[in-house]
């Protein structure tokens, strides 16, 4: 039988039964009694210990080789395996000269070296395990929406209705014209942004989850079901692929363990934007940009608030109506004019999430775009208003900063096979 790693490992009956298991070599051993290898392909972070007698002279087969043995699965003798395969034929499929191969064995290669090689990085443990983790994310993402999560309203439970996504920004806009006819939608796919930043939480293609919510007056309503995704999520995919997570903890972001389970188990904090500034004024150390009312809050500012807030996620309103889109919703308060506003701040990336109640009110939509000299371009947002208009808000995650914060990578490079920046078109 054909096995994949996986199914090796996890076989229950043993011993001796005839397989054939096809994957790269992760390292080599030879010893006067017997040759070990270490096999891997992809479906298990754990390699598959194969055995073969030395005195076959097994040509090329060097760490990185495509092999395929045909052997007996047997218990193993050691502690660390169940199984291992007692090889009776080893052919190399593909040869990999060790010389020229980026990664050597048994070597830990930097993720800034590592990502130099996007085509061949995806051999290296913590790429396998990173994009493990990313399809069990993205899973977890869409369950939450159409299944798990049941906003509850008056009438009773929901779910989220999926709808597509197109190139652009944001799908916001068009995800308002279908919450106009579904209450309750999400989408989920790639954004495109012309960035040009390299910092470590930037790209100029990533991808986004986003979610809108019809018949809500309230911020808090939004608030809840960004902290509730946050948490589903995240424990799906640390009981999804426990051991790619564990990877992460142990080889890239050793403190990251505790701070996510502080992110897990507490309430998630709140603060207005007014209250931020405040706390930042009187923060001791001193800002490349000076805190003041009315100015943005840039990622120094956001790390310093998640600091201070024990390192649990913390959601800021209420910003000024003159940092904010047009489509926010007007707080209408007098001197210090907010909108109805929202950013989630967390740990290692800051802003994750950004969302809004909408302004559903025609003649403030209309006053806000006459203003901007947008009326003509938004004449069909503004029918949106006039026709069944509700109170409605949503929100924006962006999947590579959620993946950061869950992993504590620290650049956005690594969390994407194939980042794509300014100046950068190595594949
Ligand atoms: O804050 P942003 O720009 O919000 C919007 O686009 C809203 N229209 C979303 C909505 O309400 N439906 O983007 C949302 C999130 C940010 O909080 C951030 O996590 C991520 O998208 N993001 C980026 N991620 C990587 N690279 C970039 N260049 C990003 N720009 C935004
Ligand atoms: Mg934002």
Redesign the pocket.
């Known amino acids: 039988a054909r096995l994949k790693v996986r199914e090796a490992l996890e076989a229950r009956e043993l011993p001796g039964a005839d397989v054939k298991v096809q994957g790269w070599v992760r390292s080599v051993r030879s010893q006067k009694e017997v040759l070990f290898l270490h096999l891997n392909d992809g479906s298990s972070l754990e390699s598959l210990q194969v055995v073969a007698d030395p005195s076959l002279e097994y040509r090329d087969l060097t760490f990185g080789s495509a092999v395929e043995v045909q052997g007996k699965l047997l218990k193993s003798l050691h502690q660390k395996q169940n199984v291992e395969l007692k090889a009776e034929n080893i052919r190399v499929v593909g040869p990999c000269d060790a010389l020229m191969f980026p990664f050597k064995l048994r070597e830990k290669h930097p993720l800034e070296y590592t990502r130099q090689f996007p085509h061949l990085r995806c051999r290296t443990n913590t790429l396998r395990s990173l994009l493990r983790v990313r399809s069990e994310a993205t899973a977890a993402i869409h369950s939450f929406f159409q299944t798990a999560n049941k906003v509850k309203e008056h009438e009773g439970e929901s779910h989220f209705f999926k709808v597509p996504a197109f190139l652009t920004?944001?799908?916001?806009?068009h995800?308002e014209v279908m919450a106009g006819a579904f209450t309750q939608v999400f989408t989920f796919g790639p954004?495109f942004?012309a960035?040009n930043?390299q910092s470590r939480?930037?790209?100029?293609e990533?991808y986004?989850v986003?979610?809108?919510v019809s018949f809500t007056e309230s911020l808090q309503d939004i608030m809840q079901v960004i902290e509730d995704l946050f948490k589903t999520a995240t424990s799906t995919v640390l009981s999804r692929c426990p051991h790619e997570v564990e990877f992460f903890y142990k080889y890239i972001a050793p403190a990251q363990k505790g701070r996510l389970e502080r992110m897990l188990k507490n309430k998630f904090l709140t603060l207005s934007y007014t209250e931020a500034v405040e706390i930042l004024k009187r923060a001791p150390q001193t800002f490349t940009f000076k805190p003041e009312w009315g100015q943005d809050l840039q990622t120094e500012h956001e790390k310093y608030l998640v600091t201070h807030c024990g390192e649990v996620p913390v959601f800021v309103i209420d910003y000024p109506y003159d940092l904010k889109?047009f489509y926010m919703r007007d707080n209408d308060d007098g001197p210090q004019h907010t909108v109805a506003a929202v950013?989630?701040l967390v740990p290692e990336?800051g802003?994750?999430?950004?969302?809004?109640l909408r302004e559903e009110r025609l003649h403030f939509l209309q006053s806000r775009l006459q203003r901007l000299g947008l009326s003509d371009t938004y004449q069909w947002y503004l029918d949106l208003r006039k026709f069944g208009s509700v109170p409605h808000g949503?929100?924006?995650?962006?999947?590579?900063?959620?993946l950061q914060c869950i992993l504590g990578v620290s650049n956005?490079k690594d969390v994407m096979p194939f980042p794509r920046f300014p100046h950068s078109c190595l594949l």
């Open positions: 920004v944001s799908g916001q806009l995800l954004t942004r960035e930043s939480r930037h790209l100029a990533f986004m986003e979610a809108e889109p950013d989630l990336v802003e994750l999430c950004g969302g809004s949503g929100f924006g995650m962006g999947f590579e900063r959620y956005i």
